[in-house]
């Protein structure tokens, strides 16, 4: 459909407010993010809660999005959305918006410490992708960048065309540690 296009969306948020906008929503067909502070406003919805939305199709930056919600319903909550087990070569287009886990992936530079609004070069041998660290998701912001290849969980994006790998807690990266001086 074009932009502009109103268009009916039932999805279950695997993103809420984790990133102050946008929110992301899965079916078993894709997903997509949704900017819209009735749905990513602080504590209003949780991961897992499946949401019918009448929203208007939009692009931001070239990532297509819902924006100007209408209507809003929370169907049910405490639903479960596993993460799509991909390499980095695997991942395209098609996966924006969804939900994913990529094994074994490493830092390109396994040094340093994450900083907000950051984009990071990973690999799995496959292929490279940008991680991107969110200033929202501040349970990452200032830890240290793990040394040793983990299974990162986020959700696919893009600006401007690049695709974004968006993890949204520390429990989707694990490995990283706090930062101390020495």
Same mark, same amino acid.
């Given at each position: 459909? /074009?932009?502009?296009? #109103?268009?009916?969306?039932?999805? =279950?948020?695997? *993103? @809420?407010?984790?990133?102050?906008?946008?929110? +992301?929503?899965?079916?078993?067909?894709?997903?997509?993010?949704?900017?819209?502070?009735?749905?990513?406003?602080?504590?209003?919805?949780?991961?897992?809660?499946?949401?019918?939305?009448?929203?208007?199709?939009?692009?931001?930056?070239?990532?297509?999005?819902?924006?100007?919600?209408?209507?809003?319903?929370?169907?049910?909550?405490?639903?479960?959305?596993?993460?799509?087990?991909?390499?980095?070569?695997?991942? /395209?287009?098609?996966? #924006?918006?969804?939900?994913?886990? =990529?094994?074994? *992936? @490493?830092?390109?530079?396994?040094?340093?410490? +994450?900083?907000?609004?950051?984009?990071?070069?990973?690999?799995?041998?496959?292929?490279?992708?940008?991680?991107?660290?969110?200033?929202?998701?501040?349970?990452?912001?200032?830890?240290?960048?793990?040394?040793?290849?983990?299974?990162?969980?986020?959700?696919?994006?893009?600006?401007?065309?690049?695709?974004?790998?968006?993890?949204?807690?520390?429990?989707?990266?694990?490995?990283?540690?706090?930062?101390?001086?020495?």
């Amino acid at each position: 459909k /074009s932009q502009g296009t #109103e268009v009916l969306v039932k999805g =279950i948020l695997t *993103a @809420s407010d984790q990133f102050g906008g946008p929110a +992301f929503i899965q079916d078993a067909t894709g997903g997509i993010p949704v900017f819209d502070a009735q749905i990513h406003g602080t504590g209003l919805y949780q991961i897992g809660d499946e949401i019918q939305v009448l929203a208007t199709l939009g692009a931001f930056n070239q990532q297509i999005q819902l924006g100007n919600v209408t209507k809003l319903e929370l169907i049910s909550s405490g639903n479960t959305i596993n993460p799509l087990s991909v390499s980095i070569a695997q991942i /395209s287009a098609s996966l #924006e918006g969804q939900l994913i886990q =990529i094994p074994a *992936a @490493s830092f390109a530079i396994p040094n340093g410490l +994450f900083f907000p609004e950051s984009n990071y070069l990973i690999t799995d041998g496959s292929g490279t992708l940008e991680l991107r660290i969110d200033g929202q998701v501040t349970s990452l912001v200032g830890r240290v960048i793990p040394a040793q290849a983990q299974t990162i969980t986020g959700v696919v994006g893009s600006f401007r065309g690049t695709l974004q790998f968006l993890p949204r807690f520390i429990a989707d990266l694990p490995g990283t540690s706090p930062y101390e001086a020495v």
